[in-house]
């Protein structure tokens, strides 16, 4: 999903994210992959896109 104003972010996101990714409990619904990808996005100033889980 193309996440608006990323272009020319992308290695700084996946750097925040490899950096990050593994931090804390992994509890589903909660505190899961999904979360923490929104969590990387944010922490770079963007958006992220309107996830659905089910």
Avoid: T, Y
Avoid at 39 to 48: E, I, Q, S, V, Y
């Amino acid at each position: 999903m193309r996440v608006e104003g990323s272009a020319e972010k992308e290695q700084q996101i996946m750097d925040d994210c490899n950096a990050h990714i593994n931090n804390g409990l992994w509890i589903p619904l909660a505190d899961d992959c999904q979360s923490k990808a929104r969590r990387c996005l944010k922490n770079n100033g963007l958006n992220p896109p309107p996830a659905q889980r089910f």
